[in-house]
């Protein structure tokens, strides 16, 4: 089961797309990837892997327990250490500028690895079995009150960590959470947790269909209902619309899509993320981003940047809280002339969220924590 790269939580660049916000782009416009250069890289990935593989790791995980389907992720997540060289350059570029030292094979092994038992965790909160896990959340208090209130919100969140965890828990505890995503290039994995909870695909809103505008119907119904929507702000997507942003120590490419989501709705924003830390235990996190996002009709882009960089800046304090959870494995920063030492074959391949698609087919301030011992 080669990798692929693949969240189905994706796709905000989509949903910008189907409405307009009514910005003319009199100023500057946000910046689109040149002629030539693919746009969403990410996405243009199929998805790879065997229905009997998936099918495979959701046996092992339902009638032999979790701890028999780590033992397959761990042997899983080594193959892909010993041959997937992308997976393991992509990973050793990251972990140097986290950490900054030269990251050994270990730290390596044990970042892949950490994607993998997430990936494979999510079955287990598709399903509602959350007795395995001890699960903390800091800032439910911020969901409570907009339930109370009957207010909709837009909650933007990241590749780190789990999100299946935070929906499992939302759907435990009533909160309304709908995912906006490209579930497309997903399809067999977004059908494995679709089988062990058919409620999973009441709550997705799939912007990938050509021509289909009625996902934006679909967010704003949501969001007067008073529920939340949830988009993943990290990848660019197929439109190519991007600005960049000073994230760990260089500037880095992010979707222009959520926030333009963001003043169509006219509704607060949120940003959450949920952090794993071995073996059992994951740390949710909601905190207010911003109480409306309005737009410059004349500098678009202008009005954009700040929440970008606030954006990047939030999420780099959660990704060095726990750095192993980065489960971006593709040229994020666009160094594809950088080589890696000792990984020097590094292919024009794209990125590989890969072990997710083999193997499932995927107010109180947070404490520091390193998951790399340095």
Not at 24 to 48: C, F, I
Not at 205 to 223: M, N
Not at 283 to 303: H, I, K, Q, T
Request: glycine content about 10%.
């Amino acid at each position: 089961m080669p990798p692929s790269t693949s969240s189905s939580e994706t796709g905000a660049s989509g949903a910008s797309q189907g409405a307009s916000d009514g910005s003319s782009s009199g100023g500057r416009a946000e910046t689109e990837l040149p002629a030539g250069k693919e746009k969403g890289r990410w996405l243009s990935v199929r998805e790879r892997g065997g229905v009997f593989g998936i099918r495979f790791v959701v046996f092992l995980g339902t009638c032999l327990g979790r701890g028999a389907a780590r033992l397959f992720i761990a042997l899983l997540a080594f193959w892909y250490f010993v041959f997937d060289c992308h997976a393991r350059r992509t990973s050793r570029l990251y972990l140097r500028r986290v950490t900054g030292r030269e990251p050994s094979r270990r730290d390596v092994f044990r970042h892949i690895l950490t994607f993998a038992r997430v990936s494979l965790d999510r079955l287990f909160f598709a399903a509602g079995k959350t007795r395995p896990f001890h699960v903390e959340f800091h800032g439910e208090e911020y969901m409570r009150e907009l339930r109370a209130r009957k207010k909709g919100a837009l909650m933007i969140m990241g590749h780190v960590g789990s999100f299946e965890c935070g929906r499992s828990l939302a759907y435990q505890r009533e909160f309304a959470i709908n995912v906006i995503g490209n579930f497309h290039n997903a399809a067999m994995v977004t059908e494995a947790l679709e089988r062990l909870n058919p409620a999973v695909k009441l709550r997705l809103i799939d912007v990938g269909k050509p021509g289909d505008v009625d996902f934006v119907l679909q967010i704003q119904k949501g969001i007067e209902d008073g529920e939340l929507v949830a988009v993943m702000a990290d990848r660019v997507g197929l439109d190519g619309k991007r600005i960049t942003a000073d994230f760990m120590g260089s500037q880095a490419p992010f979707p222009t899509g959520p926030y333009q989501l963001a003043a169509i709705l006219g509704c607060p924003v949120y940003f959450a993320c949920g952090l794993y830390t071995e073996p059992n235990r994951y740390d949710l996190y909601c905190e207010p981003f911003a109480e409306r996002v309005v737009l410059n009709r004349r500098d678009r882009m202008g009005s954009l940047a700040p929440f970008i960089q606030k954006y990047a800046a939030t999420l780099e304090r959660y990704v060095r809280m726990a750095p192993l959870n980065w489960f971006n494995f593709f040229d994020f920063w666009e160094e594809d002339a950088v080589s890696a030492p000792n990984d020097a074959s590094a292919s024009g391949q794209q990125p590989h969220d890969s072990f997710s698609q083999a193997a499932l087919h995927s107010g109180n301030a947070p404490s520091p924590r390193r998951d790399i011992h340095e």
